[in-house]
């Protein structure tokens, strides 16, 4: 045999033998997966498949629809890549590893903070150094151009806007993210689609496969029954909950905007294909799924179509199936509703719902808190937040891409014989400087004058008056906005949860009027696009000079940020609570853990205040200026002053 015969023979040989054990390990492998499957699968299996026929009891076979799922959630578990089964691994392993104090957000638009998702990639770096490791990537999915209401109306749950790249590109972005232990959430938009999704052209061609996906009547008969309890969600912008099909003379539901068709639920169908893009969107590495308007997405006559019974149902099962398949992913549930509609959705310590879920009341309240001066109603909202369980977890910001609107606890400001109508209009007055010595710049989204009721928008620097300030070169006014700037966020971070910042507001960004001579009609007229503005990555760049307005705010958030981190009584299993100041302007949080206490003080005055604490438990170091040997009794709170107090037990 020729010694060239010879050596390809041995290495035919041995290529063999690597493929051989290749194909074993990878057995193996699949033996495993299989395993860590089917001993999640069967731990959820019965109060799924209960839940399941439960809901679709009328339909002809739902065992059917189950056996599908069941297939399909399997094949998504197959398909789902070996780094993101290792994170689920780990982090079953610690079910609370996003409950401590770690977690720092920031939400943006991708299009607004680097353009493409290739180039947020070189964008990291400055992620990283802003102490960032959970990111909230604004919708980004395929939607039309002209009616996407800011990417919520999606065509495509599988691909991505073209402007912003391809889905190949968000999962590499994910991947490296995930290099650097950065999570990321993305919004899906599940109570409606765009009507130029496959399935509404579709249905609007006649199928009735696809129409019954969605709500169709031939005439208004229906939709007027609904609409005697269907509130309006957008009363001035898109008023009632139907829109007529001139083309196919027929009614559909739209909730939100003419061009979002509510999807029907009813039909396990919906259910289930809503699922599989929910896990397709897991498999290229999403962490956190936002679950967009949730309570909206249960249909039923009689009702006003929110927060019925049969939405935690689907919420409940939603949590199973991404424990048996993607157990690492997070849930937050977007119910901007009022607290008692809220904290429903965390489900029960038996069976949970929503991992987590905004706490948007607070937010709403610490506004009306500047406007008022008036500390009482958010000492109330941290009293009541005080006294929930501690697994119960809420992601705190101080403003999000959406507008902030009043829902605050009319009935507690009635014991004060405050009017809700004109408290609402005294509030959007001072936000948009309408009465005088107001230093905030903000505009009205959807105002009604019928009810007496807007919502107001604003970037955090405007509506603090630093935008006010620096037009009118006011240096005092200007060092005053900063240190209300930071109080609201100090007051936030101080808070148990998750906090989030929106893009742009740790570098001081005004309010962006531009969208007002945008080409696209849509933009012109949604004065949320006010505080959507492109990043201002010039101004980023002047957070590191010393005395610039970027810079004062920058490093202050930053080092809040890292003391947040350091100090384990930061984390939501510390026991919290307030502390009477006898100073309607300022307020006193309690942190408290075996070893630790913590005393937030905020001044929400403009004036110097007293806090009328008399905490006599021993001296504290404030952690924002290192001075020790404090006594925590009788403080004189500066303008906008605070103050994070800590001790170590003894």
């Known amino acids: 045999m020729a010694k060239s015969e010879e050596k390809e023979n041995k290495v035919k040989k041995a290529k ?33 498949k209960w839940l399941y026929c439960e809901l679709y009891q009328d339909d002809e076979n739902p065992l059917a629809h189950f056996d599908d799922l069941l297939k399909q959630i399997r094949e998504y578990y197959n398909n789902r890549p070996q780094y993101l089964k290792k994170l689920d691994v780990q982090r079953e392993q610690n079910p609370n590893w996003y409950k401590g104090n770690k977690l720092m957000g920031m939400m943006m638009y991708v299009n607004c903070f680097s353009g493409t998702l290739k180039k947020f990639e070189k964008r990291l770096p400055y992620i990283e150094e802003s102490n960032i490791n959970y990111l909230h990537l604004m919708p980004l999915l395929s939607s039309p151009k002209g009616k996407s209401d800011g990417g919520y109306a999606v065509a495509d749950f599988r691909s991505v806007q073209k402007e912003l790249g391809t889905m190949e590109d968000l999962r590499a972005l994910a991947e490296k993210c995930h290099e650097k232990d950065i999570s990321i959430c993305l919004d899906f938009v599940m109570n409606h689609t765009s009507d130029e999704h496959e399935w509404a052209i579709r249905a609007r061609k006649g199928e009735k496969e696809y129409q019954d996906r969605y709500f169709f009547f031939d005439d208004y008969s229906m939709p007027e029954l609904f609409e005697r309890d269907c509130p309006d969600v957008f009363p001035t912008t ?18 939100f905007y003419p061009y979002q068709w509510d999807l029907d639920y009813r039909n396990p169908i919906v259910f289930n294909e809503m699922v599989y893009n929910m896990l397709f969107l897991t498999n290229q590495g999403i962490d956190i799924i936002r679950l ?11 009702t006003n179509c929110r927060n019925l019974p049969q939405v935690h149902t689907i919420v409940r099962m939603m949590r199973m199936i991404s424990e048996i398949v993607c157990p690492a992913v997070l849930l937050l549930g977007e119910v901007v509703m009022a607290p008692d509609k809220v904290v429903p959705y965390f489900g029960t310590q038996e069976k949970p719902e929503c991992h987590m879920l905004y706490n948007v009341t607070t937010m709403a309240t610490t506004w009306n808190t500047v406007a008022t ?35 605050l606890d009319y009935g507690f400001l009635r014991n004060f014989g405050i009017d809700e109508v004109a408290h609402k209009r005294y509030l959007n007055d001072f936000f948009t400087g309408k009465i005088p010595g107001s230093f905030s710049i903000g505009e009205l989204y959807n105002d009604d004058e019928r009810l007496g009721d807007a919502r107001l928008c604003g970037t955090t620097a405007s509506l603090c008056g630093i935008e006010y300030y620096d037009k009118q070169k006011d240096k005092d006014g200007i060092e005053r906005a900063i240190q209300l700037d930071l109080t609201l966020h100090a007051f936030m971070l101080s808070q148990s949860g998750i906090p989030v910042i929106y893009s742009g507001d740790e570098v001081v960004q005004y309010n962006d009027y531009s969208y007002k001579e945008d080409k696209d009609a849509d933009k012109r007229a949604d004065s949320r696009y006010v505080h959507r503005g492109a990043f201002n990555w010039r101004k980023a760049g002047r957070r590191k000079i010393k005395n610039a307005i970027q810079a004062k705010v920058y490093q202050n958030l930053s ?9 384990d009584v930061f984390k939501s299993d510390a026991n919290m609570y307030t502390l009477p100041t006898w100073e309607k302007s300022t307020l006193a949080i309690v942190r408290e853990n075996e070893n630790e206490k913590f005393i937030g003080i905020y001044n929400f005055s403009e004036y110097e205040q007293m806090a009328w604490i008399n ?29 994070w107090l800590w001790r170590e037990k003894k």
């Open 16 to 48: 063999k033998l690597v493929d051989k054990k290749a194909k074993k390990k990878a057995n193996e492998n699949t033996i495993c997966d299989d395993k860590a499957f089917n001993e999640r699968l069967n731990k959820h299996y019965d109060e799924l």
């Open 373 to 407: 001066r008036d500390t009482a109603l958010l000492k109330h909202q941290m009293d009541i937040l005080s006294t929930l369980p501690k697994q119960y977890i809420f992601q705190n910001y101080l403003r999000c891409h959406d507008d902030i609107g009043w829902g």
């Open 238 to 255: 898109a008023p009632g909950n139907f829109t007529y099909l001139n083309d196919i003379n027929k009614f559909v539901m739209t909730t």
């Open 559 to 567: 080092k809040m940020e890292k003391i947040r981190s350091k100090y």
């Open 615 to 643: 905490e006599t438990d021993g001296l504290y170091t404030d952690l924002l200026t290192d001075t020790k040997d404090f006594k925590a009794a009788g403080i004189k709170m500066p303008p906008y002053g605070v103050l």
């Open 292 to 302: 967009d308007a949730v309570p909206y997405i249960w249909k039923q006559l009689g």
